[in-house]
């Protein structure tokens, strides 16, 4: 099995950033993508960035221009730069890997316990 542990979340005024990690605890045999999501009260779980193994990003319209993605294979690790954040931003943020961890295992979505991201006004 494996592990996704996030940090990097907190407290941060409004204009201000945060750069979140994520990191697996081995190495996968293949990833698809890799992601992160958002889920605010009462809201449904949202995404908000993807990369593919190629290195092809994907961005909710809300945090264009904005948030940025990125990993570091060497340290199994997923990144999210967030910037100039918004109150609107406030959500508890979930990484997502999609991959295999044996050549002969199934494809499966591992997902990280949540990080608690705050934009105060």
């Known amino acids: 099995q494996v592990q996704l542990v996030e940090s990097g979340g907190g407290v941060v005024q409004a204009g201000g950033s945060l750069k979140l990690s994520c990191a697996a605890s081995?190495?996968?045999?293949?990833?698809?993508?890799m992601g992160w999501y958002r889920q605010a009260p009462g809201q449904q779980r949202e995404l908000v960035a993807a990369?593919?193994?190629?290195?092809?990003?994907n961005y909710a319209d809300s945090v264009k221009g904005r948030f940025t993605i990125s990993t570091d294979n060497a340290k199994n690790t997923v990144y999210l730069q967030m910037n100039s954040l918004k109150p609107e931003d406030t959500a508890v943020y979930y990484c997502?890997?999609?991959?295999?961890?044996?050549?002969?295992?199934?494809?499966?979505?591992?997902w990280g316990q949540g990080t608690q991201v705050t934009v105060s006004s």
């Open positions: 997502n890997t999609e991959g295999k961890i044996t050549p002969w295992g199934r494809t499966t979505h591992y």
């Open positions: 990369i593919t193994s190629g290195g092809s990003t």
């Open positions: 081995r190495k996968f045999f293949r990833i698809n993508d």
